[in-house]
């Protein structure tokens, strides 16, 4: 079995924690394992690393206010809790100029949002 991306908010820290420790133990006893661990709250992340959860590796752009991750093919900054669509990488994979169906099948494959935020269009 294989999950991609599983994404969730509280209310609270601790019902964060509670919740994560519930999806972990959920997941173990089905032989899958949670990696990458990503929060907009630092204190969250050293109680998942003291718990010995595999947390999303913490670097410069973290402490700059500024970390970005991929959920479900979107960009999240954890930061202000947003998902943005890349439409640069879009843009430049559609200015290629090829006038075939499998061309504008794969542009349309490109802009699917998986949680429907982004519907299908030309």
Not at 26 to 38: N, P, Q, S
Not at 51 to 57: L, V
Not at 104 to 111: A, D, E, S, T
Request: net charge negative; aromatic share 8%.
């Amino acid at each position: 079995m294989y999950v991609d991306d599983w994404i969730t908010g509280q209310d609270t820290r601790e019902e964060a924690l509670l919740i994560s420790l519930h999806a972990e133990n959920i997941m173990k006893k089905a032989g899958i394992e949670m990696t990458k661990e990503i929060s907009n709250d630092t204190t969250l992340m050293s109680q998942w690393a003291a718990k010995g959860f595999d947390t999303y590796p913490v670097d410069t752009s973290v402490s700059l206010g500024s970390n970005k991750t991929k959920v479900l093919g979107l960009s999240c900054r954890t930061v202000d809790d947003c998902l943005t669509l890349d439409t640069k990488g879009l843009l430049e994979f559609f200015s290629t100029n090829k006038n075939t169906k499998k061309f504008l099948l794969q542009v349309i494959g490109k802009i699917f949002g998986p949680l429907g935020l982004v519907p299908p269009s030309l």
